[in-house]
């Protein structure tokens, strides 16, 4: 079996890893011709801005053989722009090949991808590219590389030294003792000497010319180990993409076993099934029916996977990526309706999870928050290649973010006519880039598991925002403290409403401080300009330190904020000549310099931000009635406080529904799981509509399921069906055969829900392209189903329905699709995505079940308890005998 190994080339800009990459393949024979980024026809960077600019902006994957050795070979992108891309390919590589400029030596950011390699703890081969420009120096350039890198990089190859053993050994003391032993080291521990990033093997040449390209090509096959793999299937997500037609690829490497097309695959949440494996090398590529662990490709199929995700056996590690700083508002052309666009550009923001959008509903707006402008540049060209919608941008401004100022306990209480939970949380500033944490302090005699995992839950899911300017939240511990629900009353809803206000309030009580994000810099300009960069970093309220000087070059490092140095690149490359050159990286948030003005500015008054309540709502006197952030506390606190003079004791069983009686689980399940016993499967032809269960509605009905005015219901649940059935993997599987099949399904698991949930169900399908078609009502056994009329979408009447009665009836609304979410959540009502409201059904199937075989074993029980003793033995004896 062929060795596989997937290697990763790193370098900053300009350092040569392109070209690099097209030596590599023109030598093992993979290409006939060698491209050139300057003449804009290299093997892998064929995406527009990339040959414009003379950059990689996406990780690109080539597949060749040397030696017995199959390479997958993954280019991922040099600007400091593009880092997150980067740092997702680095989770699925087993070596990586730094490539350093050698006219330049080692600069910041060869230091900044060291520094992270060493947190993904890769093995590393070096290659010193541009060796062949006369600045070029190779004991120089080794001797630094030692200095700033590790003491552990040494020159294999035909660079290698006479005293090569020598040095090596001093790398490890296993070696050590070899080399006294023998005088030399041989290939195996070198290897693992490697392999454990003891020992750096550098090469040097000139990628462009091909020289020392052989030589580092047979070093990698001779030193590289490849991994050994489990028999069981595991992959690692490591990006997600789409191809021409507009199919969704999800890229992963196989991490143990194999992975077959049609396959099912499941992150331990979800499963789907694998409809084609390809294995890319540049643009084109070729199907396989299986791949074998080591193989990186790419499947079509998978629709919920996510960059970072662990598939089969693989755990999920998501690995925190840089945040954006700044934020631009997208300008489109007249006739662009920008809700139109809005699922096209969410799609660009899942395979690019670093593109931030954000939507104003109020104002039409769409925003996306971004690393720097050439990724503007490129979402740009994204959007008019495949869209062909020519957009453009404001000015743009810094993403600002909010912590809190102190450590306060937030309370939260939610308890309007029929509904109770409150929820206490203890909010506490983080330490700097700690970002948001989540912890339990809660006993499970104040609040029952089941409570506490959804208000965990709850408290993760949200977007939680500061108090001064509405800004995201971040370096900040939450630990839930208590709760208190009310049998028969609490439901979800209730508590993700208590814990949203709890955090709100604890805000508000305590304050926020304004950040705002701040740039690590290295900056190299010429000796003589240093009074100048100190007195700029002065300026810009950084701070700096002059970390060398060599050859009348020096380096600067530092920090200093994003607002005082987006246009600093300029300034230098005016007052240097050209000469000087500046790197960056987003260090994290500190605290902003021009607070008051920047929350002047915003605008933004917590209190009369509906969507994020600060006070809490109680039932008093009758009455429901709101209770502002500042009073909570004194209704929630204290023997005679006014909230709980209504209160009924907590009862560990929280989570549980009210029991349902014996006779309501035995209805049940005689209509749903017992209802084929004895029963001979037949194959049926297929059932329409009218040969269905369902019953035309008379107009009275009709009109209580449309509107809503039903005497005595007080929740709806609409579902959205064919979103539904194209969200949930087995309904889908069927409707590609009989789409009508899967309609009844799906309405047969709903009204076998409805028998045990509260308030009443509503399924609504589309017929809008139906001509002519009117708007129809029907009964299907416990359930109400709609079909719209033409010219109205399922997404049309849930909005109408939900803005018509959301301040009469809890409603809640079944749908995965993201902008429906966002509307629906705009109007007050609730919303359950595809996967939730599976796992809603499957959780009370799961509770009838263990009912009815409680009450079955305690049935058994009472009766064995009147027989008599000689009766009971009588009873045991003719049923061994059955047996």
Known sequence: MMRKLVLGLLAHVDAGKTTLAESLLYVSGTIRSLGRVDKRDTYLDHFGPERARGITVFTKQALFTADGMQITLLDTPGH????????????????AVLVINGAEGVRGQTEALWRLLARFQLPVFLFVNKMDQVASDKEELLAAIKKQLHEGCLAFGRDRAEDFFEQAAMCDEGLMETYLETGEINTSQLRAA??????????????????????????????ADTPAYGDKFAARVFKIGRDDQGNRLTYLKITGGKLKVKDFVTNGFWEEKVNQIRIYSGRKFTTASEAEAGTVCAVTGLTQTKAGEGLGEEKTVYVPLPAPVLTYRLLFPAGCDPRAMLPKLRQLAEEEPELH?????????????????????????LIETRY??????????????????AVAEGVGHYAPAGHFAQVRLLLEPGGQGSGLQFADACSENDLGKSWKDLVLSCLRETEHKGVLTGAALTDMKITLLSGRAQHKLTTEGDFREAARRAVRQGLMEAGTLLLEPYYAFQLSVPEKAVGRALTDMERMNGSCRISRIEDGVALLEGSAPVAAMRNYQQEVAAYTGGSGRLFCRVEGYGPCRQA??????SGYDAELDTENPSGSIFYHNGENLTVSWDQVKA??????????KELAPADKKQGEREQITREEIERIFQHTYFANRGKKIVRRKRKTVTGSSYHPASPLSRLKAVTGKVTGEKAYLLVDGYNIIFAWPALKALAEDNLEAARIKLL???????????????AVFDAYRVPGHREEVLDYDKIHVVFTREAQTADHFIEKFTHTNREKYQITVATSDNLQQMIIRGVGCKVLSAQKLWEEISAANEKVMRDFWARQAESSNKLQEKLSAEKRKQLEELLQGEE
């Not at 954000?358 to 990724?375: A, I, K, T």
């Not at 008051?596 to 500015?601: F, S, T």
């Not at 009204?751 to 169900?761: M, P």
């Open 80 to 95: 400091a722009d593009f880092a997150a891309e980067r740092e997702r390919t680095l989770q699925v590589l087993d070596y």
């Open 194 to 223: 490697i392999r454990e990033r003891k020992l750096f093997p550098c090469y040097f040449g000139s990628a462009l010319k091909l020289d020392g390209v052989e030589d580092l090509l047979e070093g990698i096959v001779q030193f």
């Open 357 to 381: 959008l954000v939507w104003d509903s109020q104002l039409h707006e769409v925003r996306v928050q971004v690393m720097g402008e050439v990724q503007l540049e490129v979402l740009q060209s």
């Open 388 to 405: 062909g919608v020519t957009v453009s941008f404001d000015a743009g401004r810094i993403v600002y973010q909010e912590t809190v100022a």
């Open 596 to 601: 008051e003005e920047i929350v002047a500015m």
């Open 635 to 644: 209704w929630t606190d204290g023997e005679n406080a006014p909230g709980k």
């Open 748 to 762: 047969d698991v709903l009204s076998t829900y409805q028998s045990v949930r509260e308030g009443r169900i509503i």
